[in-house]
């Protein structure tokens, strides 16, 4: 650096004109969700998503305050924070994104929050399975029970990436009590299951895009890995998306899927593998 040149930029740093934070980056999520391991490996459904096109796995860490090795037989299920750093920086390691998704439920709260942190701060970040039925969070929790969850999962995990992955239908919403979610999350990634919803697909993503600008957070859709009827146009248009799952989800959709390119995503919380 020249001093004239140094001059200047200190100059400019005084006046408030350059910034020494370095600009948040551009993130391509597509996103393969894992439930399941069944008699595959991470190795082998990382090779497989990337090979279509993916950029990242979405793998499930909890229920609750149970860890996914409680239910899943598989080895790799995981059953700790150090089974996601290993599984992450396994993805890493191929300049692919690991996520962890949970579905948190109405009881222990702080514990549910202290093992969602800890999962979280080992990989990219979290979604949230949110719906309001009784193996899940629950229809209308008593008023104030989501907002203390997400404010201590804050507290844990201030810098971790957070996406809700909700009911996206408005009844569903509602009963979620949403706007409690919603102040300390990051992202909405709604599960946009135009299938099981009987809606048309165009119309459900412009729904997901809706509810974007109405909570002013960036949407990127969960999309329904066994239907049909994909509006490539409009999935494109979208940051980026998740698919559910690996495992259901035929080979000739994953091609067309992972094939989409997306917008991409702004976030200083996201690293780039």
């Known amino acids: 650096m020249t001093t004239a040149v140094g001059r200047r930029i200190a100059s400019q740093q005084a006046l408030g004109s350059v910034s020494t934070t370095p600009p948040a980056k551009m993130h391509y999520l597509k996103l393969l969700q894992v439930w399941q391991w069944g008699d595959t490996t991470p190795q082998q459904v990382m090779d497989q998503a990337r090979s279509y096109g993916f950029t990242g796995l979405l793998v499930k860490a909890l229920d609750g305050p149970q860890w996914m090795g409680d239910y899943d037989p598989s080895p790799y299920a995981l059953s700790s924070p150090e089974n996601v750093r290993e599984q992450a920086a396994l993805a890493h390691s191929q300049g692919m994104y ?6 948190p439920r109405q009881f222990q709260i702080q514990l549910q929050a202290d093992l969602t942190a800890e999962a979280t701060k080992a990989c990219d970040g979290v979604l949230l399975d949110i719906e309001p039925y009784e193996q899940f969070w629950g229809p209308w929790a008593p008023i104030g029970l989501a907002a203390q969850f997400m404010t201590l999962l804050r507290e844990k995990a201030p810098r971790a990436y957070i996406g809700l992955q909700p009911d996206p239908r408005i009844s569903a919403l509602s ?4 706007s409690e979610w919603v102040p300390r999350a990051d992202s909405i990634w709604g599960q946009h299951y135009w299938n099981d919803f009987n809606s048309d697909p165009v119309s459900e993503l412009v729904h997901a895009a809706a509810l974007g600008m109405l909570y002013s957070m960036p949407v990127l859709p969960t999309l329904p890995g066994n239907a049909t009827g994909f509006p490539v146009d409009a999935i494109g248009k979208f940051p980026g998306f998740a698919v559910w799952r690996s495992g259901t ?8 899927l992972g094939q989409i390119p997306v917008a991409g995503t702004v976030s200083d919380k996201l690293v780039t593998p």
């Open 175 to 178: 009963a979620l009590r949403i």
């Open 249 to 256: 989800t035929p080979e000739e959709t994953l091609v067309l």
């Open 98 to 103: 690991y996520f962890v998704w949970t579905n």
